[in-house]
Nanobody, 119 residues
Framework: QVQLAESGGGLVQPGGSLRLSCVASGFTFGFYAIGWFRQAPGKEREAVSCFDSNDGNTYYADSVKGRFAISTDTAKNTVYLQMNRLTPEDTAVYYC????????????WGQGTQVTVSS
């Protein structure tokens, strides 16, 4: 069955960096869009970044452009999210997802990993 397993969350100070990893299994990695969403307390889940294998496009939310970078390792069925210059506004649960752009286009979710940016 399809599984998405995230790791790499934690507590970091403002201005710091974290790298999230998501190992995918149960499907052919390169045939699907895959990426990252996040949900902060009291807010809707939003797309952060994703890579769409169907058209080769990479998406970034405006709020993370220039700070976050998504990458994939198809040999390891893994997608990464490198997050730099983190701010308290980046605090959220980050979810790996099969799908892109909007929650309506996601058919599988990981369990989520907490990222907290605080001094």
């Amino acid at each position: 069955q399809v599984q998405l397993a995230e790791s790499g969350g934690g507590l970091v100070q403002p201005g710091g960096s974290l790298r999230l990893s998501c190992v995918a299994s149960g499907f052919t990695f390169g045939f699907y869009a895959i990426g990252w969403f996040r949900q902060a307390p009291g807010k809707e889940r939003e797309a952060v970044s994703c890579f769409d294998s169907n058209d080769g496009n990479t998406y970034y939310a405006d709020s993370v452009k220039g700070r976050f970078a998504i990458s994939t390792d198809t040999a390891k069925n893994t997608v990464y999210l490198q997050m730099n210059r983190l701010t308290p506004e980046d605090t959220a649960v980050y979810y790996c997802a099969r799908g892109c752009y909007d929650s309506d286009f996601v058919d599988y979710w990981g369990q989520g990993t907490q990222v907290t940016v605080s001094s």
